[in-house]
Protein backbone atom coordinates (compact mmCIF):
# COMPACT_ATOMS: atom_id res chain seq x y z
CA UNK A 1 0.00 0.00 0.00
CA UNK A 2 1.13 3.40 -1.14
CA UNK A 3 2.37 5.78 1.53
CA UNK A 4 0.47 9.28 2.24
CA UNK A 5 3.29 11.74 2.51
CA UNK A 6 1.26 14.45 4.40
CA UNK A 7 0.73 12.20 7.27
CA UNK A 8 4.56 11.30 7.31
CA UNK A 9 4.93 7.63 6.45
CA UNK A 10 7.88 5.64 6.85
CA UNK A 11 7.67 2.09 7.35
CA UNK A 12 10.15 0.23 9.17
CA UNK A 13 11.37 -3.07 7.51
CA UNK A 14 13.96 -4.45 9.46
CA UNK A 15 12.78 -7.24 11.45
CA UNK A 16 15.43 -7.17 13.83
CA UNK A 17 15.00 -4.01 14.96
CA UNK A 18 11.26 -4.36 14.76
CA UNK A 19 11.88 -7.20 17.67
CA UNK A 20 14.10 -5.16 19.61
CA UNK A 21 11.36 -2.59 19.81
CA UNK A 22 8.80 -4.74 20.94
CA UNK A 23 11.74 -6.84 23.45
CA UNK A 24 11.64 -2.85 25.18
CA UNK A 25 8.18 -2.24 25.22
CA UNK A 26 7.38 -6.11 27.73
CA UNK A 27 7.96 -4.50 31.48
CA UNK A 28 7.45 -8.08 32.85
CA UNK A 29 10.45 -9.58 30.78
CA UNK A 30 7.85 -12.44 30.03
CA UNK A 31 6.01 -13.00 26.57
CA UNK A 32 2.37 -14.66 24.87
CA UNK A 33 4.16 -18.24 25.72
CA UNK A 34 5.12 -17.68 29.18
CA UNK A 35 4.03 -18.25 32.16
CA UNK A 36 4.82 -14.90 33.78
CA UNK A 37 2.56 -12.87 31.06
CA UNK A 38 -0.03 -10.42 32.81
CA UNK A 39 -3.23 -11.21 31.05
CA UNK A 40 -4.42 -7.70 31.57
CA UNK A 41 -1.52 -5.45 30.20
CA UNK A 42 -2.72 -4.01 26.96
CA UNK A 43 -0.08 -2.63 24.58
CA UNK A 44 -1.46 0.77 23.07
CA UNK A 45 0.82 1.13 19.56
CA UNK A 46 0.42 4.25 17.95
CA UNK A 47 0.55 4.43 14.26
CA UNK A 48 0.57 0.71 13.06
CA UNK A 49 0.33 1.33 9.60
CA UNK A 50 1.27 -2.23 7.53
CA UNK A 51 1.32 -3.80 10.56
CA UNK A 52 5.03 -5.02 10.58
CA UNK A 53 5.27 -3.60 14.59
CA UNK A 54 1.75 -4.62 15.06
CA UNK A 55 2.84 -8.05 14.43
CA UNK A 56 5.90 -8.15 17.01
CA UNK A 57 3.81 -6.88 20.08
CA UNK A 58 0.90 -9.41 19.36
CA UNK A 59 3.78 -12.18 20.50
CA UNK A 60 4.10 -10.21 23.19
CA UNK A 61 0.88 -8.92 24.79
CA UNK A 62 -2.46 -10.11 25.09
CA UNK A 63 -4.20 -7.61 23.15
CA UNK A 64 -2.68 -4.80 21.55
CA UNK A 65 -5.33 -1.42 20.84
CA UNK A 66 -3.90 0.05 17.28
CA UNK A 67 -4.43 3.65 16.78
CA UNK A 68 -4.29 4.53 13.34
CA UNK A 69 -5.35 8.37 11.66
CA UNK A 70 -5.25 6.58 8.10
CA UNK A 71 -8.15 5.25 7.29
CA UNK A 72 -6.87 2.91 4.44
CA UNK A 73 -4.69 1.52 6.64
CA UNK A 74 -6.82 1.19 9.42
CA UNK A 75 -9.58 -0.45 7.63
CA UNK A 76 -7.30 -3.14 6.43
CA UNK A 77 -5.02 -3.90 9.53
CA UNK A 78 -7.43 -6.25 10.88
CA UNK A 79 -7.35 -8.88 7.82
CA UNK A 80 -3.28 -9.10 8.72
CA UNK A 81 -4.14 -10.56 12.06
CA UNK A 82 -7.09 -12.92 12.08
CA UNK A 83 -8.03 -14.48 15.15
CA UNK A 84 -5.81 -11.91 16.82
CA UNK A 85 -6.47 -9.84 19.80
CA UNK A 86 -6.34 -6.45 17.61
CA UNK A 87 -8.47 -3.49 18.20
CA UNK A 88 -8.16 -0.93 15.74
CA UNK A 89 -9.14 3.03 16.32
CA UNK A 90 -9.21 4.93 13.56
CA UNK A 91 -8.60 7.83 15.28
CA UNK A 92 -6.16 11.34 16.04
CA UNK A 93 -3.87 10.04 18.44
CA UNK A 94 -3.97 13.62 20.00
CA UNK A 95 -7.46 12.95 20.69
CA UNK A 96 -7.84 9.56 21.63
CA UNK A 97 -8.93 8.96 25.12
CA UNK A 98 -5.95 7.41 27.28
CA UNK A 99 -7.86 7.67 30.58
CA UNK A 100 -10.44 5.21 29.65
CA UNK A 101 -7.58 2.35 29.33
CA UNK A 102 -8.98 -0.10 32.37
CA UNK A 103 -6.09 -2.33 32.53
CA UNK A 104 -2.08 -1.52 32.57
CA UNK A 105 -0.70 -0.51 29.37
CA UNK A 106 2.16 0.13 27.71
CA UNK A 107 2.25 2.80 24.64
CA UNK A 108 4.62 1.84 21.44
CA UNK A 109 4.71 3.85 18.04
CA UNK A 110 7.21 4.82 15.02
CA UNK A 111 5.79 8.55 15.23
CA UNK A 112 5.79 10.89 13.08
CA UNK A 113 8.31 13.83 13.19
CA UNK A 114 5.96 16.67 12.51
CA UNK A 115 4.19 15.37 15.42
CA UNK A 116 6.48 13.98 18.26
CA UNK A 117 6.79 16.61 20.88
CA UNK A 118 2.82 17.23 20.96
CA UNK A 119 2.24 13.29 21.19
CA UNK A 120 5.32 13.34 24.41
CA UNK A 121 3.77 15.81 25.96
CA UNK A 122 0.06 14.41 25.63
CA UNK A 123 1.28 11.03 27.49
CA UNK A 124 3.04 12.49 29.64
CA UNK A 125 0.35 14.05 31.09
CA UNK A 126 -2.19 11.43 31.75
CA UNK A 127 -4.02 10.79 34.77
CA UNK A 128 -4.21 6.84 33.39
CA UNK A 129 0.09 6.74 33.25
CA UNK A 130 1.38 4.18 30.74
CA UNK A 131 3.68 1.64 32.48
CA UNK A 132 6.20 2.15 29.86
CA UNK A 133 6.01 4.37 26.46
CA UNK A 134 8.74 2.91 23.38
CA UNK A 135 9.01 5.37 20.76
CA UNK A 136 10.72 5.44 17.44
CA UNK A 137 11.96 9.26 16.77
CA UNK A 138 14.13 11.30 15.06
CA UNK A 139 17.54 10.98 16.15
CA UNK A 140 17.91 14.51 16.30
CA UNK A 141 15.11 14.87 19.00
CA UNK A 142 15.92 11.79 21.04
CA UNK A 143 19.49 13.07 21.54
CA UNK A 144 18.12 16.43 22.63
CA UNK A 145 15.71 14.93 24.82
CA UNK A 146 18.74 12.83 26.68
CA UNK A 147 21.58 15.91 26.40
CA UNK A 148 22.43 17.90 29.13
CA UNK A 149 22.18 21.04 27.22
CA UNK A 150 18.63 20.97 27.92
CA UNK A 151 15.59 22.15 26.17
CA UNK A 152 12.09 23.16 27.13
CA UNK A 153 11.11 19.67 25.67
CA UNK A 154 14.25 17.54 27.76
CA UNK A 155 12.74 19.36 31.10
CA UNK A 156 9.58 18.56 30.57
CA UNK A 157 10.09 14.71 29.71
CA UNK A 158 12.89 14.55 32.53
CA UNK A 159 10.23 15.93 35.05
CA UNK A 160 7.60 13.75 34.48
CA UNK A 161 9.81 10.21 33.40
CA UNK A 162 12.73 8.48 33.50
CA UNK A 163 14.18 8.25 30.11
CA UNK A 164 16.91 6.25 28.29
CA UNK A 165 17.65 5.79 24.64
CA UNK A 166 17.56 2.30 22.66
CA UNK A 167 19.71 1.68 19.33
CA UNK A 168 19.59 4.16 16.49
CA UNK A 169 18.11 3.16 13.05
CA UNK A 170 19.39 4.16 9.83
CA UNK A 171 16.82 6.02 7.12
CA UNK A 172 17.73 3.36 5.07
CA UNK A 173 15.77 0.75 7.21
CA UNK A 174 12.65 2.48 6.27
CA UNK A 175 10.10 2.37 3.12
CA UNK A 176 10.07 4.85 1.84
CA UNK A 177 13.39 6.11 3.56
CA UNK A 178 13.15 9.67 5.45
CA UNK A 179 15.57 12.35 5.29
CA UNK A 180 16.88 11.62 8.78
CA UNK A 181 18.06 8.60 10.85
CA UNK A 182 15.74 7.49 13.84
CA UNK A 183 16.43 6.20 17.51
CA UNK A 184 14.14 4.28 19.53
CA UNK A 185 13.71 6.53 23.15
CA UNK A 186 12.23 4.76 26.40
CA UNK A 187 10.02 6.83 28.64
CA UNK A 188 9.09 5.50 32.81
CA UNK A 189 6.38 7.85 33.26
CA UNK A 190 7.24 8.91 37.37
CA UNK A 191 4.20 8.47 39.78
CA UNK A 192 4.60 12.47 40.57
CA UNK A 193 6.66 15.17 38.47
CA UNK A 194 10.23 16.33 40.30
CA UNK A 195 8.70 19.57 40.42
CA UNK A 196 5.89 21.34 40.54
CA UNK A 197 3.65 23.14 37.92
CA UNK A 198 4.60 27.06 39.41
CA UNK A 199 8.31 25.76 38.95
CA UNK A 200 7.90 25.10 35.34
CA UNK A 201 5.91 27.88 34.32
CA UNK A 202 9.16 29.55 35.78
CA UNK A 203 11.10 27.47 33.29
CA UNK A 204 8.65 28.32 29.95
CA UNK A 205 9.16 32.00 31.18
CA UNK A 206 13.19 31.08 30.97
CA UNK A 207 12.88 29.66 27.70
CA UNK A 208 11.05 32.99 25.87
CA UNK A 209 13.61 33.16 24.04
CA UNK A 210 16.25 30.59 24.35
CA UNK A 211 19.54 32.12 22.87
CA UNK A 212 19.36 35.14 25.23
CA UNK A 213 20.73 35.43 28.18
CA UNK A 214 18.11 33.56 31.20
CA UNK A 215 18.44 37.41 33.04
CA UNK A 216 16.84 38.55 29.70
CA UNK A 217 14.01 36.08 29.58
CA UNK A 218 13.28 36.58 33.38
CA UNK A 219 13.30 40.46 33.85
CA UNK A 220 9.75 40.30 32.39
CA UNK A 221 8.52 39.00 35.96
CA UNK A 222 11.80 40.35 38.20
CA UNK A 223 14.11 43.19 38.25
CA UNK A 224 17.50 42.45 36.68
CA UNK A 225 18.71 43.14 40.37
CA UNK A 226 16.56 40.26 41.60
CA UNK A 227 17.53 38.02 38.99
CA UNK A 228 21.37 38.48 39.39
CA UNK A 229 21.01 38.08 43.27
CA UNK A 230 19.08 34.87 42.94
CA UNK A 231 21.51 33.72 40.45
CA UNK A 232 24.22 33.50 42.86
CA UNK A 233 22.26 32.51 45.59
CA UNK A 234 21.86 29.26 43.76
CA UNK A 235 25.55 28.96 42.54
CA UNK A 236 24.57 30.01 38.88
CA UNK A 237 26.28 32.72 36.92
CA UNK A 238 24.81 35.74 35.48
CA UNK A 239 25.23 34.67 32.21
CA UNK A 240 23.66 31.68 32.25
CA UNK A 241 21.41 30.57 29.25
CA UNK A 242 18.17 28.58 30.08
CA UNK A 243 19.51 25.52 28.61
CA UNK A 244 22.34 25.55 31.17
CA UNK A 245 20.34 24.97 34.32
CA UNK A 246 18.89 21.45 35.47
CA UNK A 247 15.80 20.93 36.51
CA UNK A 248 17.10 20.97 40.27
CA UNK A 249 18.39 24.72 39.58
CA UNK A 250 15.08 25.34 38.39
CA UNK A 251 13.56 24.30 41.91
CA UNK A 252 16.33 25.91 43.99
CA UNK A 253 15.82 28.96 41.76
CA UNK A 254 12.23 29.47 41.89
CA UNK A 255 12.42 29.46 46.27
CA UNK A 256 14.99 32.09 45.88
CA UNK A 257 13.41 34.70 43.41
Not at 24 to 51: H, R, T, W, Y
Not at 92 to 107: A, C, N, Q, T
Request: hydrophobic share 40%.
Amino acid sequence: MKNNKSLGQHWLKNRAILEKIADFAVVSGASLNSEKMDKNEICVEIGPGLGTLTSSLLKRFYKVIAIEFDGRLAANLPKSFPGKNLEVKNEDVLKYDFERIDSPYVIVGNIPYYITSPIIEKILKLQNKPRRIVLLIQKEVAERIVDTKETLLSLFVKNNAKVWTGPIVPKAEFTPPPKVDSQVIILEPKQKPDVSDEVFDLIKIGFGSPRKKLIHNLNKIKSEERIKAALALVGLDANVRAGDLTIKDWAKLKMVL
